[in-house]
């Protein structure tokens, strides 16, 4: 689920859409969770599927550790790609806000995080020297990422967390290591799909 302080907009037609914050969201919000709304499915089932929803299924959804498509069923499935990303996967199944987002200000991703199937090219960001998103993203930015996620964990407490009762209690422990103790026990890293492992 994405947070409640959020609204779909029209973009262009070369983005299409993209997800805005209608309230300031502070650094540390959680800003997305993996909830029970949410489609998980297998992929041998996509490849059954009509073509047309093959698509947006291949589309929309991201790939989880486990290689199967993990659809969004509200405005999630639209946040849009950033290398300067506001917003942060962990390996908790939830993402966070790694600075603040101020009203009319889109949230982004890093479809680093996302186990893309193929290298894309991406609008050109100032500040980068990245142009494509790759497959094995994960594998080359985790530290980077997980580093963002500890400090951006350190405000978990300070702001207002509409979606933290969503966050599965398995790992509640583990997100108040993070928050109180500044320790990441898990890297986003060990959401990276090898398919390799997986032929």
Not at 101 to 129: K, M, R, S, V, W
């Amino acid at each position: 689920m994405i947070h409640p302080h959020t609204e779909l907009r029209f973009m262009n037609d070369q983005i299409g859409f993209g997800v805005f914050a209608t309230q300031f969201i502070p650094k540390g919000t959680v800003t997305w969770v993996l909830d029970d709304l949410d489609q998980i499915l297998d992929p041998q089932y996509v490849e059954t599927v009509d073509k047309y929803r093959r698509e947006i299924i291949k589309k929309y959804a991201y790939r989880n550790q486990h290689g199967k498509y993990i659809l969004c069923w509200d405005l999630g499935r639209y946040v849009n790609h950033s290398f300067h990303a506001n917003c942060m996967g962990t390996a908790y199944e939830f993402e966070v806000a790694i600075r603040d987002i101020h009203p009319g200000e889109q949230l982004t991703d890093d479809y680093g995080t996302l186990n893309i199937e193929e290298p894309f090219e991406c609008f050109p960001e100032a500040g980068t020297e990245r142009k494509l998103v790759y497959p094995d993203d994960l594998l080359q930015f985790h530290k980077e990422w997980d580093l963002n996620v500890i400090v951006a964990l350190k405000h978990l407490d300070e702001v207002e967390q509409p979606l933290l009762s969503l966050i599965r209690q398995e790992f509640m422990g583990k997100v108040r290591v993070a928050a109180t103790e500044n320790i990441l026990l898990d890297s986003i890293k060990c959401l990276y799909y090898n398919r390799q492992e997986h032929r």
